[in-house]
């Protein structure tokens, strides 16, 4: 299923908790991580056949109500990106989406900050300008702009050509800007920006 489709289909609710059984039925995994605990009637759950995470509620009805999978950077963004020798994790990147449950979004934006915290230990994980879900878009201003204020991370910038690092926020804000600009409007390019926790890139 295309990424696309996974974020309509969740946004309506008698889709989204159809879709929760049968991924319960079928390749759904309750499982844990680090540091990761979720309150009563929610389960955190994996799935068995790729690298997707979801927090689900415990009903009989289930319903999903966030959502994040790993998939891998397109070829020619990981070669370009290969080139720069302290990103020595695997790239990924991440697809988010989040319910709109009104009384849910804080303890959500908790929980994403955890999944990503959790992720990066293992991964440096790639932006690109394509389709971002409304979700997607606050979820990775917030690990932005926390990878900005912590020194050991690092925000790196690949245009396809030249790769460098990014300062601080207010250096990245234009770039952000034109990487919102251009999912809104479907509009591809080679512009990937990479979230790493390998310290050594400062100087």
Request: charged residues 20%.
């Amino acid at each position: 299923m295309q990424n696309s489709q996974i974020t309509v289909l969740l946004n309506d609710n008698s889709l989204n908790r159809e879709n929760s059984k049968m991924f319960m039925n079928y390749v759904g995994k309750v499982c844990s991580i680090p540091g990761f605990i979720l309150p009563e009637p929610y389960r955190l759950v994996s799935s068995v056949i790729c690298n997707e995470y979801r927090i689900i509620s415990s009903d009989p009805d289930p319903e999903t109500l966030f959502l994040i999978r790993l998939f891998d950077l397109p070829s020619d963004h990981i070669l370009n990106l290969s080139n720069y020798s302290s990103l020595n994790k695997k790239l990924t990147q991440c697809l988010v989406w989040s319910s709109l449950v009104p009384s849910q979004p804080d303890a959500f934006q908790f929980l994403a900050t955890k999944f990503f915290d959790y992720f990066l230990n293992h991964y440096n994980i790639g932006i690109t300008s394509g389709p971002m879900t409304l979700a997607s878009a606050h979820f990775w201003e917030g690990r932005l702009t926390s990878a900005f204020m912590n020194p050991k991370m690092n925000v790196i910038k690949s245009d396809g050509q030249e790769i460098f690092l990014i300062p601080n926020w207010d250096a990245f804000q234009e770039d952000w800007s034109e990487m919102i600009l251009k999912s809104s409007e479907n509009i591809q390019d080679q512009t990937v920006i990479v979230i790493s926790k390998d310290n050594e890139v400062k100087t």
